[in-house]
DNA sequence: GAATAGAGTTGTTTTAAGGCAACATAAATC
DNA sequence: GATTTATGTTGCCTTAAAACAACTCTATTC
């Protein structure tokens, strides 16, 4: 498998908030007093894979994380992420574009679909 | 490669969850007035695995997702992803713990090292 | 201190993730 | 309507993700 830089070598603030969410995903699972192998059992993986994830590891599938978020209970969390209400620059963009003419291209200011 | 089951047939809810968080991507990026290619471009990326994360897909590498939020300065909403002060499921369980002798291993009530 | 269980590590095997080329389509600007 | 750009799609190739066995080192409970 290919592994794009992201991934491979990610800068140093993506590499933190990875370590920090290992971190918090550890301390979330012995608070509930589950083994790794307990609680990679009810996500669906192996213990190995959990103890990526809590280690942190990049190139790991986004669902492991997420799957293991759902199983403990904190799902809600991955909700509120990149939510657009909350994306303040974003609005900020999209209000100060408004006045103009369409700069250059895209499909104007609808979000999507 | 073989791929865990939690992410080769996650459960609706996860993947529920990845399919929103890759519109909210979206919407950023079009926010920004960046093209796939380009906001690619600065993540460290093919302009195919953007359209993977825009469309959700559960066996992506977590720090391509990450990586992208950090692109468009979103990072902030994942430092608060599964953060201690913040369960309070897991506070709960280790509060109601704590007045009891340690009920079989582990060790104890210290979040680790 | 013997037994049990969680967890770190290493090597092997399988198989699909991710990059890319090459196309097609849609939309926007001229 | 011709050009340009953004995006979907398909197939191929390389390489490592994830499972597993087989250890090890702990730490806890008896």
Do not use: C
């Amino acid at each position: 498998m290919r592994v794009s830089p992201i991934a491979g070598s990610p800068p140093h603030a993506v590499e933190q908030a990875l370590t920090t969410l290992g971190r918090n995903i550890r301390t979330a699972r012995l608070r509930r007093r589950l083994s790794r192998r307990q609680l990679a059992e009810k996500v669906g993986m192996s213990r190995y894979l959990m103890a990526d994830i809590e280690a942190g590891k990049p190139t790991t599938a986004v669902a492991a994380y997420i799957g293991t978020l759902w199983a403990l209970g904190l799902l809600d969390d991955v909700e509120a992420l990149a939510h657009p209400d909350q994306d303040l620059e974003g609005k900020v963009l999209e209000a100060a574009r408004r006045p103009t003419t369409a700069p250059k291209r895209g499909r104007a200011l609808d979000d999507d679909f």
